[in-house]
């Protein structure tokens, strides 16, 4: 699976950006059951989940960006946006999507997901 993130960029505290991915596969095909997420590297910290939505749409949000990011899927399943209202400084880093299976991503020895080239937001104070 490759995912193609776009749609980072510079902002200002209190400004918004919306951020999309997409999947495709050199096969020629994508199960529209798997998971998709966006996972944030901060400057000088580890990559941690922002959101991720089930093929059913089910949402999950960190507490830090809960009531400021929305999560959604486009009708086809194969694309994920994240549109992101009231940007705070702390809200700056790689945005990376993700993609994995709907058992999960670790099954005790192996990472599943797979993961986009990452774009970076600047929230500027």
């Known amino acids: 699976v490759q995912l193609q993130a776009s749609g980072g960029g510079l902002v200002q505290v209190g400004g918004s950006l919306r951020l999309s991915c997409s999947a495709s596969?050199?096969?020629?095909?994508?199960?529209?059951?798997?998971?998709m997420g966006w996972y944030r590297r901060a400057p000088g910290k580890q990559r941690d989940l922002v959101a991720d939505?089930?093929?059913?749409?089910?949402?999950n949000y960190a507490d830090s960006v809960r009531g400021r990011f929305t999560i959604s899927r486009g009708k086809a399943k194969n694309t994920v946006h994240l549109q992101m209202n009231n940007l705070k400084p702390e809200d700056t880093g790689v945005y990376y999507c993700?993609?994995?299976?709907?058992?999960?991503?670790?099954?005790?020895?192996?990472?599943?997901?797979?993961w986009g080239q990452g774009t970076l937001v600047t929230v500027s104070s």
């Open positions: 939505i089930t093929s059913d749409d089910k949402t």
């Open positions: 993700a993609q994995w299976p709907v058992w999960g991503w670790w099954n005790g020895k192996r990472d599943f997901r797979s």
């Open positions: 596969s050199i096969t020629g095909t994508i199960s529209s059951s798997d998971n």
